[in-house]
């Protein structure tokens, strides 16, 4: 019995040493090991792609449907929030029909530029209600887009210090309403 279990030590001692020695699959172990972390960078980086996107692409819809309150379109037109939503969420129409439901706007007037500042000074906080007022010729208007996106790539909720998971992406524009008629 002691003679098997010696033979049996030897024997995986030689497999020990055997195994230490080879290198056939030494690529298939380093990349076992780096390929997690490297698809988790990869993700993020298509992740935060798109975050910049919706972004850029938010500005311009809101800066863009925006003018159509500066010209007076909107109040000559007999325009509401929802039509005014559903005119951003056809600028933003590569989302598909999550923008409805995702996108909140909020319009206000103020009597100066002055307080238009102090509103946008914390744009990652979603006021707790939504205002419709265009204003009348030559009001100065503040007009605030709030998108809620998710987010999947678990170290970006962190770096973008997002809230349970969903990134809100801002984007606003004031101006002052021209002389329509």
Known sequence: MAR???????????QADRF????????????ALVALPFLMLVFAILELGLVFMV?????????????????GQVQTGGGNAAT????V?????????????????DVRTYSNFA?????????????????WDP????????VRAYYTWPLITPLLTTGLQSASGKRIIYAATAFSNEPYE
Do not use: H, Y
């Not at 230490?20 to 990349?31: H, I, K, L, N, S």
């Not at 972004?55 to 010209?71: F, K, Y």
């Open 55 to 71: 972004s850029l692409t938010l500005e311009t819809a809101v800066a863009d449907v925006g003018r159509s309150i500066r010209t």
């Open 115 to 131: 307080n238009v500042s102090t509103a946008t000074s914390t744009p990652s906080q979603v006021p707790p209600t939504m205002l």
């Open 4 to 14: 098997i279990l010696a033979n049996a030590r030897k024997r995986l001692a030689r």
């Open 20 to 31: 230490a020695r080879a290198e056939q699959g030494a690529t298939a172990v380093e990349f």
């Open 89 to 105: 969420c056809n600028k933003l129409s590569w989302l598909g029909s999550k923008c409805d439901a995702a996108l909140q706007i």
């Open 135 to 142: 204003g009348s010729p030559g009001s100065i208007v503040l």
């Open 84 to 87: 005014f939503k559903t005119a």
